[in-house]
């Protein structure tokens, strides 16, 4: 019994220090993403780059998201990559975010 519980406890330890730092970043491209062969072209080539944990494209809002590991990589690390394969990107604000967000709750209330 006292080897499974140090065993458990020794589990929780380790779990709790290999905890990972990660982080959003939300770009929008210069050009603009207008369809699904941009989207892949984008998802393509910085799924590479170190720390990407995941990368998501929004069309129409001409939004790129992509959740990373800040202990590999850098935000500007990131924002560099696009220009490897002919974008250039832009980091959205928090303002911008939470103002898009008011206008999509808005936009549902006049709906109903």
């Known amino acids: 019994m006292k080897k499974a519980f140090v065993s458990f406890a020794l589990l929780l330890i380790a779990l709790s220090t290999s905890a990972k730092d990660i982080k959003t ?8 993403m207008h369809c699904a062969t ?7 080539n910085l799924r590479f780059e170190k720390g990407v944990k995941t990368i998501d494209c929004n069309i129409p809002d001409q939004r790129v998201t992509i959740t990373y590991d800040a202990d590999k990589n850098k935000p500007e690390n990131l924002i560099k990559a696009f220009e490897k394969f002919g974008y250039t990107a832009t980091p ?6 939470k103002d898009e967000k008011k206008q999509d709750d808005n936009t549902k209330k006049t709906a109903k």
């Not at 970043?25 to 603009?32: A, F, K």
Request: hydrophobic share 25%.
């Open 38 to 44: 941009c989207e892949n072209k984008i998802k393509r």
């Open 92 to 97: 959205v604000k928090n303002d911008e975010k």
């Open 25 to 32: 970043l939300v770009v929008t491209t210069n050009p603009q």
